[in-house]
């Protein structure tokens, strides 16, 4: 017998060979333009203050993060925690110029009209550890650990009247109020109920870890009885103040806050009959608000870091390089928002498989508790921002947050490069770089491959003409042969595709979608590539009506027109052949259009 060895050169191209002639993976996509219509909150692309939008278009920006607890409103002061030594400083206003860096709460305004002048929701992030930095002075020891003179006491409620001008606390005193922070804003740009005013108030940042990120601040365990109570006290405060404001709350980093407030001392004896704690939050807050006779808390805010692992790695780790393996997990990872079939590999996963996925429970406890509560993600991130898995995963995950109803969302950078999360943005958000976006409502689509694939479609409530597709493939090797079946009372006769892919973060236009035939056609998606398809629709000849149907409102119309030989006032014409007169072959014209749907 002979025995054929393969050169390294020879092995290179028989081993890639296959992978490029491999047949393409055929994946059916069914789109329902009248089916599970509901309006996408414009709030879901929003981030974390980005120095720069690089064509994202954001919507929201949120203040947050460690350094906001020990954030001092009247003089600019915070504190880093245990992230940069318990430093306090002015980090927040360094690149203020050195006369306005004391100025009270000029980092919040200077925040809020950058915000104002992009055309974005802003989310500003109040004070409620109990202390705040009193100075600049650099490290704080644990010998100065609160109250010291280090810090001033956080009071949600001044017990008397306001400073006048607002503006001008008093900072002699070892107090700085949280409601008169409120008032200063309300009184600079008006209430939540005006156009300029801040809309959106967070209570603190990951309060769960107070104990770790600031143990300076905070270094007692925090327990459930006293979130709630200083939730209820400062969320009360605010209502005081600007009753239209929404506030945000818990924010919790993540699983284990979500479950038992990250073991938190007297969980053990409260959680009797919740699933989690965040059913027991709920609970209390709607008690609360029933007392207080008014809602407290608007929206349920959680922060979701997934802990999928790839090669050992977990995915939300920055890496000069990354693995296939972690790539794949990446890009899987987004179905432990909403996937009972997903297996996620991670501690979560392994030991509390019954939380996932993560959305409905989420909900479920909204709906079981607080009724009526909003849904934010104000921390989020998949990793790898400067490489194509992080786009497609981001671009999963936005979608997802469209369908699944929330009302914001805001993408915390881990660092690095962030080209492919910048695309992933734009995909949704600017796709032709002229501005131009995904759609406002959410239709239904579906698809018969959820591990290769992905697929989100939308249209516009004021105008359905264009249909929108988000269309993913995952795989590294294959191309996936789209078949996409429409079922809508429009006709689609043309599309243009927007994607971005492996060789690049740049999002250009690609091949057109072909002949599209009775509102189906076939498209093919490469290996690693995100596609934003837009296809143009129109209403058949036979709607009358302008409701883009056919159906027995526009048979009226038509006969009302043929009997009527002054023509067609004020309706649409009903001389569907154009031969200027309306008869039976009209009738007939109408009737083919009414079996067609």
Known sequence: MKHY??????????????????????VAYTINTETG???ISPYIYGTNSWDTDRGENFTARRIGGNRLTGYNWETNYSNAGNDWYHHSDLYLAWDLPVAERLIPGRVLTRFHDDCLAAGQLSVITLQMAG??????????????????????????????PFCEPAGSPDTSDDV???????????????????????????????????????PRIHPANLTCNELLTRTIALAGAVKDVDPEALVFGPV???????????????????????????????????????????????????????????????????????????????????????DPDYVEDSWIGQWFSQYLPILPPLQNSIASYYPGTKLA?????????????????????????????LYLATY??????RDYVSAAFQLYRNYDGAGSTFGDTKVQSVLSDKVNSSIYASTFAADGGELHIIVLNKNFDESIQGVFAIASPRRYSSGRVWAFDAASAELVETAAVGAIVDNSFTYDIPPLTACHLVLEGDCPPGDLTGDCRVDAADLQILCDQWLDASGCPGVTCADLDGDDQINLVDFLLLAKDWLAQ
């Open 5 to 26: 060895y393969l050169t390294p050169i020879l092995q290179a191209i028989f081993f890639l060979t296959p992978a490029i002639s491999r047949a393409a993976i055929p």
């Open 37 to 39: 219509r509901a309006a």
């Open 131 to 160: 202390y705040v930095a009193a100075d600049d002075d650099g490290a704080v020891s644990e010998a100065q650990t609160a109250p010291s003179v280090r810090w001033k006491q956080a009071v949600f409620a001044k017990p008397g």
């Open 176 to 214: 700085v109020y949280m409601d008169e922070c409120v008032n200063f804003l309300v009184s600079r740009y008006g209430s939540a109920a005006t156009p300029t005013g801040v809309k959106c108030y967070s209570l603190d940042n990951e309060p769960a870890l107070w104990d770790s990120t600031h």
């Open 252 to 338: 919790l980093y993540g699983f284990y806050a979500y479950r038992c407030l990250q073991e938190a001392p007297d969980w053990e004896t409260l959680q009797n009959g919740y699933f989690w704690f965040l059913d027991y939050y709920l609970d209390e807050l709607q008690a609360a608000s029933i007392t207080a006779g008014r809602r407290l808390v608007d929206v349920l805010d959680v922060h979701w870091y997934p802990e999928a692992i790839g090669d050992g790695i977990r995915i939300t780790e920055t890496c000069e390089t990354y693995s296939r393996a972690n790539a794949e997990a990446r890009m899987q990872a987004p179905r432990s928002l909403w």
């Open 377 to 405: 993600v104000t921390e989020y991130s998949y990793g790898a921002a400067d490489h194509v898995s992080g786009g497609i995963a981001q671009a999963d995950v936005l979608g997802l947050f469209g369908r699944y109803g």
């Open 412 to 417: 915390w950078h881990l660092g690095g490069e």
